[in-house]
């Protein structure tokens, strides 16, 4: 029993889907390129931003080109409710990831920048 996806998702679902495919490749070459003696992650530890968390990396990659004019991240904070310093934890220094529900938040923004709208906080 498959579901349609509504109208009003299927930009941000094409944008999970290349997202995940971006991902994947990713995970790939890292895994291929990390050495046998990797450090198992903790279970039920919180996961960092890096080589572990591929899916985030390329959301990051994929929002950066949004970025670059002059108050876009301190637009972005307001709409996630952070202060504008953790964008620049989230997206330029990768010393933190938010919580589920801003990432899903930061996700459509990202594809309503894509297709040139304005998500307003």
Known sequence: MS???P????????????????AT??????SRAMDSARR?????????????TPLWNELVRFAA???KRRGT??????????????IQDYL????????AERTLLLLCWVAARAEGHELLP
């Open 3 to 5: 579901q349609k996806l």
């Open 40 to 52: 198992p992650s903790g279970q039920g530890h919180t996961l960092r931003p890096g080589a572990q």
């Open 92 to 99: 330029k220094q990768h010393t933190s990831a938010p919580d």
């Open 7 to 22: 109208p009003q998702l299927k930009v941000q679902g094409a944008l999970a889907l290349a997202l995940f495919d971006a």
């Open 73 to 86: 991240k301190t637009n972005l904070a307001r709409l996630l409710g952070v202060p504008r310093q953790r």
């Open 65 to 67: 080109p949004h970025l």
């Open 25 to 30: 490749a990713t995970a790939r070459t890292v």
